[in-house]
C-alpha cells in the first residue's frame, strides 16, 4: 500500500465535548435562556420568578418529567416509543401507598414495592417487545391501559390516603435546602447519561436504533438490548410513581395521566430523532427545562390553564420546526 | 463526432460543511452516446448527478441541455427536462409492491383512483421486455439486492428520458443481467438516448463506453475516447499516478487447519457445502450470484436458523447459533450488504468504525477517548478512506467511503479467520489494491481469509484455492496452480 496516496491525517487529540454541546443545542438553548430572560423582567413575574425558592420549585415539579424523559430519550433512540409509563406512575403510587394505608408496612418497604411494581411492568414490555415483533407503541398501548385500570381496580377510583411525616419525604423533603425529588433526578440524570455516552451497552442503543439488523451482524443482543431499555423506563416510572403519591399524600388513580406525552416532547423537544438511531441525554434535559419552565411561568402569570395547554403544544411545534430549519441548512 | 449535444454542465461548484466536493467541473453528453464518469471514492461522480437530478443545488455553475440554460431546483425540474438517475443508494419503497414502485408518482388511474390492475399489467410488460423475471406484484422488500437493482433500472429506462444517468447500476447484480443491461443500453442509444454511466469497474468502458471523463478530489481532469486511450492512463489520470503490481500476493505454505465445514445445509439454499481452511491461506468462493456463497457464510455466522453439519475450529467441534458466538471463536463476517447489514447511517465515522471493539477502550463507565480516536484513525488511514473528520456523519461520505469504514470495522476486531464477501465491491480501483495489499499482510501475520467475489480475475489472482458453487452445492475446488477463468466458469454452470 506504500505506492498509493498515504495522507496521513492529523490526529484530533480529544473533541471539545463542551463545544459540541452547545453547538448541538443551540436552537434550545436560546429558546431556554429567552424564556428565562422574559420572566425575570416581566412585570407579572419578575418578583417571584428568580427567587431560590421558586427555582428550586420548578426543579421539583420537573423532576418527574425528567426521571421519565430519560428512559424515554433511550426508547426512542431505540426506534421504540413507550405509552405506558404515565399509568405506572399511577399503579405504583397507589400500591405503594395501599402498603402504608391497608397492610400497615413499614414505608421503606412500601416504597420499595411501588418501585418493583413499576419495574415489573417495564419488565413484561420489555419482554414482549424483545421476543416478538409486535410494534413498541401496541404493547406499551396495552399495559397502559392495563396498569392505569389495575390501579382504578386497586383504588375503587379514589385514592389512598397516606398521612405522615415520613411518607412525605421522598417526594416533599429535603436534604440542607435541596428537595429530595430534585437530588433524585439529578442522580437519574448523571445515571443515565453515564449509561448512553460511557458504556458498551449505550453505543448498542444507538446501533440497534440506527439499523437492527446491522447490529445483528455486529454480534450485539438485539433483544437484550431492547428488553434492558424498557425494563430502565419500568424503574424510573416507578420512582416518578412514588415520588408523586408522596408529594401528594396520596396514591392516586388519576395521577401521571399524559405524562408518557411530557416525556415525549422533552425528549423530540431535546433533538433526539422519533427515527431513532441518533439523539442525545443533554437535548432532553434542556427540553424538560423548557416545558417546566414554561409551565411555571404560565402559572406565576396565571394564564388559565386551558390556555396553558395550547402555548405548550405551539412552544413544541415551534422548537422542533427551529430544528428543522437548521438542519435543513447544515 | 458530430452529435448533437444534450447536456452541458459548466464549472459547476457544490460545497458541504469542510467540503469542496465539486470544484469548477465541466461535463457534456451528446445525443446517442454512453459517457463514463470515472474517478476514486469521493472524487464527487455521485455529487455531480445529484447536482443535475435536483436533489442538491449546485453553488456556482449553469446546466444547459438542448443548448437552454435551465434551473434544476428539485427532482420535478430534473425529471420535466427529461433526466432520468439510478441513484447509486437503491430508493425503492420496500412496502410496496414492485409496480408501485415502478410508476411511483405517475400511478395509472382515473382521479384520485389508482387502476391497480393496468399497473400491474404494465409493470409486468416492461419487466419481462427487460427480461427481468421478477413478478410485479410482490413487495419489493422481499427482492435480493441485484433483483432491487434491476427494478431501479426498469423503472428509470421506463421513464423515456433523453438524458439517464446510471450510479454504478452493475456493483451488485450477475453477468447476465449485465448483459441484458448492455443491451438495452445499446437499444437505447440507437434511439438517441444519452447516458451517463458511472462504475468502477475498468472493463465495463471498453464494452459499452464512447467517452469518459475522469474526475479527482472533486475536480474535472479530462475526457477522453475511450478507444483512443488506454486503461493504464485513465487509472493514472484518476489516482494522480501509475499503479503498479495491481494483485499482491506472496504465496507460501499455509499452516494447521483452522477451520473445517462438514455438509452445512441451511434448508434452503445451501445443500451440503464441505470446505476447510489452513492458517494462512485464502481460500475463494466463486460463482454465479444465487449459487448460495453468501448464504453459506451467514450460516457458519451464526445468522441463519437450523443450520445441519459440522463446524470444527482448531479441530475441536463448535456449536455457532449466533454471530456473537462466531466472533468468541475468531470469526468475522464483512457482509456483502454493507448499506443494509452494516451501516449506522445517521451516526459519526468514528461510531461505525468502533461499535465492535467497545471493550478496547470502554470498561464499565470509562471511555478511553484518546485510544477511540486512535483506532478510528488507523483504520482510516489503512483504507485510505476520504472523510473531513471523525465525527462526519457516515451517511455524508461517498458511497465507496462507507464501503470502507465497514471494511475497516471488521479488520479492527483482528480475527483469525475473516471473511470477506464482495470486499471490493464498490470501491475505487486504488482501493482495491490495497485491500489486496492488506490482505495479503494479514494472510503473512497468520490470519485466514476466505473471500466470496463476483470478479473472477481477484479470486484466480489472490486465492490459494477456489471453491467454486453452483445452486447452493459445492461443484469443485481448484489448486491456486489449476484455476483458470476457463475452469471455474465450467464448474459454476454446473
Ligand atoms: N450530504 C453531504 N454532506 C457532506 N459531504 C458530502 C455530502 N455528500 C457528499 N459529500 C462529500 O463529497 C465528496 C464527493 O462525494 P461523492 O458521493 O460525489 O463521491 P463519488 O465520486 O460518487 O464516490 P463513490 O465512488 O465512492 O461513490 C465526498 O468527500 C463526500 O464525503
Ligand atoms: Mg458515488
Same mark, same amino acid.
Request: glycine share 8%; aromatic share 6%.
Given at each position: 500500500m506504500a505506492q498509493i496516496k498515504k495522507k496521513k491525517s492529523e490526529l484530533p487529540v480529544s473533541d471539545n465535548k463542551g463545544l459540541m454541546f452547545l453547538r448541538e443545542n443551540l436552537g434550545i438553548?436560546?429558546?431556554?435562556?429567552?424564556?428565562?430572560?422574559?420572566?425575570?423582567?416581566?412585570?407579572?413575574?419578575?418578583?417571584?420568578?428568580?427567587?431560590?425558592?421558586?427555582? &428550586?420549585?420548578?426543579?421539583?415539579?420537573?423532576?418527574?418529567?425528567?426521571?421519565? %424523559?430519560?428512559?424515554?430519550?433511550?426508547?426512542?433512540?431505540?426506534?421504540?416509543?413507550?405509552?405506558?409509563?404515565?399509568?405506572?406512575?399511577?399503579?405504583?403510587?397507589?400500591?405503594? $401507598? /395501599?402498603?402504608?394505608?391497608?397492610?400497615?408496612?413499614?414505608?421503606? $418497604? %412500601?416504597?420499595?414495592?411501588?418501585?418493583?411494581?413499576?419495574? $415489573?411492568?417495564?419488565? &413484561?414490555?420489555?419482554?414482549?417487545?424483545?421476543?416478538?415483533?409486535?410494534?413498541?407503541?401496541?404493547?406499551?398501548?396495552?399495559?397502559?391501559?392495563?396498569?392505569? /385500570?389495575?390501579?382504578?381496580?386497586?383504588?375503587g377510583g379514589s385514592p389512598v390516603r397516606v398521612m405522615s411525616k415520613q411518607w412525605q419525604f421522598i417526594g416533599g423533603g429535603y436534604v440542607g435546602f435541596i428537595p429530595v425529588p430534585v437530588i433524585i433526578m439529578v442522580i437519574a440524570v448523571v445515571a443515565t447519561a453515564l449509561l448512553m455516552n460511557k458504556t458498551k451497552m449505550g453505543r448498542h442503543i444507538y446501533a440497534v436504533g440506527g439499523n437492527a439488523q446491522a447490529a445483528v451482524f455486529s454480534g450485539i443482543r438485539v433483544s437484550t438490548v431492547k428488553f434492558t431499555v424498557h425494563v430502565y423506563a419500568g424503574l424510573m416510572a416507578g420512582i416518578a410513581g412514588i415520588i408523586l403519591a408522596s408529594r401528594m399524600y396520596s396514591g392516586q388513580p388519576t395521577a401521571g395521566e399524559g405524562a408518557e406525552m411530557d416525556a415525549i416532547a422533552a425528549v423530540v423537544v431535546g433533538g433526539t430523532s422519533m427515527a431513532g438511531g441518533a439523539g442525545k441525554i443533554g437535548g432532553t434535559i434542556i427540553g424538560a427545562l423548557i416545558i417546566g419552565v414554561l409551565n411555571n411561568g404560565l402559572n406565576l402569570m396565571n394564564v388559565n390553564s386551558f390556555w396553558q395547554d395550547v402555548v405548550k403544544g405551539a412552544v413544541i411545534l415551534l422548537a422542533v420546526f427551529i430544528d428543522y430549519i437548521r438542519n435543513k441548512n447544515a | 463526432m458530430s452529435k448533437k449535444i444534450l447536456l452541458e454542465m459548466h464549472h459547476v461548484h457544490k460545497r458541504f460543511a469542510g467540503v469542496h466536493a465539486l470544484n469548477d467541473v465541466s461535463f457534456e453528453l451528446r445525443e446517442g452516446e454512453v459517457h463514463a464518469l470515472l474517478g476514486e471514492n469521493g472524487a464527487g461522480k455521485s455529487t455531480l448527478i445529484k447536482v443535475l437530478g435536483g436533489i442538491y443545488q449546485a453553488d456556482e455553475g449553469e446546466i444547459h441541455i438542448d443548448g437552454n440554460k435551465v434551473e434544476i431546483k428539485g427532482v420535478e425540474d430534473a425529471k420535466k427536462n427529461g433526466v432520468a438517475i439510478i441513484h447509486q443508494e437503491l430508493v425503492l419503497v420496500s412496502h410496496m409492491t414492485v409496480a408501485e414502485n415502478i410508476f411511483l408518482g405517475r400511478e395509472f388511474g382515473k382521479g384520485v383512483l389508482v387502476n391497480r390492475r393496468k399497473m400491474n399489467e404494465e409493470a409486468q410488460k416492461l419487466l419481462d421486455e427487460h427480461q427481468v423475471h421478477i413478478r410485479a406484484d410482490v413487495l419489493v422488500g422481499k427482492l435480493t439486492i441485484a433483483q432491487q437493482q434491476m427494478v431501479e433500472i426498469v423503472k428509470a429506462i421506463s421513464q423515456n428520458s433523453k438524458i439517464l444517468v446510471m450510479d454504478e447500476p452493475t456493483s451488485s447484480i450477475a453477468d447476465k443481467e449485465v448483459e441484458f443491461l448492455f443491451e438495452t443500453m445499446r437499444e437505447l442509444t440507437k434511439r438517441g438516448v444519452g447516458i451517463i454511466y458511472i462504475s468502477h469497474k475498468m472493463s465495463e468502458l471498453e464494452q459499452i463506453c464512447d467517452r469518459v471523463t475522469v474526475m479527482r478530489d472533486g475536480m474535472y481532469v479530462g475526457t477522453e475516447v475511450v478507444k483512443n486511450t488506454t486503461k493504464d492512463k485513465l487509472i493514472a489520470m484518476m489516482v494522480g499516478r501509475a499503479l503498479e503490481n495491481y494483485y499482491t500476493r506472496d504465496y507460501h505454505e499455509p499452516g494447521e487447519e483452522v477451520l473445517r465445514c462438514e455438509h452445512i445445509s441451511d434448508g434452503n439454499m445451501v445443500k451440503d457445502v464441505s470446505f476447510h481452511l489452513k492458517k494462512g491461506e485464502i481460500i475463494g468462493f466463486a460463482g454465479l450470484v444465487g449459487a448460495g456463497r453468501s448464504e453459506t457464510m451467514k450460516a457458519i455466522f451464526g445468522l441463519t436458523k437450523d443450520v445441519s453439519g459440522e463446524i470444527m475450529i482448531n479441530g475441536g467441534k463448535v456449536k455457532v447459533t449466533s454471530p456473537v458466538e462466531a466472533m468468541k471463536h475468531g470469526l468475522a463476517l464483512v457482509p456483502e450488504d454493507r448499506k443494509q447489514e452494516g451501516l449506522y447511517k445517521v451516526q459519526s465515522v468514528r461510531f461505525n468504525m468502533t461499535i465492535e471493539v467497545l471493550e478496547q477502550f470502554i470498561k464499565g463507565i470509562s471511555v478511553d477517548d484518546k485510544k477511540e480516536i486512535e483506532l478510528t484513525q488507523k483504520y482510516i488511514d489503512m483504507m485510505s478512506t476520504k472523510t473531513p473528520t471523525q465525527m462526519q456523519k457516515i451517511g455524508n461520505l461517498s458511497g465507496g467511503n462507507q464501503q470502507k469504514v465497514i471494511i475497516g470495522r471488521w479488520l479492527a476486531t483482528n480475527p483469525n479467520v475473516l471473511i470477506l464477501d464482495e470486499p471490493t465491491r464498490g470501491v475505487d480501483i486504488g482501493a482495491k489494491s490495497e485491500i489486496y495489499v492488506i490482505m495479503n499482510e494479514l494472510v503473512k501475520k497468520g490470519v485466514s481469509i476466505i473471500m466470496v467475489s463476483s470478479e473472477l480475475p481477484e479470486i484466480i489472482n489472490m486465492s490459494d484455492r477456489v471453491y467454486v458453487m453452483a445452486e447452493g452445492r459445492v461443484t469443485g475446488c481448484l489448486n491456486h496452480d489449476e484455476v483458470t477463468q476457463e475452469a471455474v466458469m465450467l464448474l459454476a454452470a454446473h
Open positions: 438553548l436560546i429558546a431556554l435562556a429567552i424564556l428565562c430572560v422574559l420572566l425575570s423582567f416581566l412585570p407579572a413575574t419578575s418578583s417571584s420568578f428568580l427567587s431560590s425558592q421558586n427555582i &428550586f420549585n420548578v426543579l421539583r415539579q420537573i423532576s418527574t418529567n425528567m426521571l421519565i %424523559a430519560c428512559a424515554m430519550t433511550m426508547v426512542i433512540i431505540l426506534g421504540g416509543i413507550d405509552l405506558s409509563v404515565g399509568s405506572i406512575i399511577a399503579l405504583s403510587g397507589v400500591i405503594a $401507598a /395501599g402498603c402504608v394505608a391497608r397492610y400497615n408496612l413499614p414505608i421503606a $418497604a %412500601a416504597l420499595l414495592a411501588g418501585v418493583l411494581v413499576g419495574t $415489573a411492568i417495564g419488565v &413484561f414490555n420489555g419482554f414482549v417487545i424483545s421476543t416478538t415483533t409486535i410494534p413498541p407503541f401496541i404493547v406499551t398501548l396495552a399495559t397502559m391501559n392495563i396498569a392505569r /385500570g389495575l390501579a382504578k381496580v386497586y383504588t | -
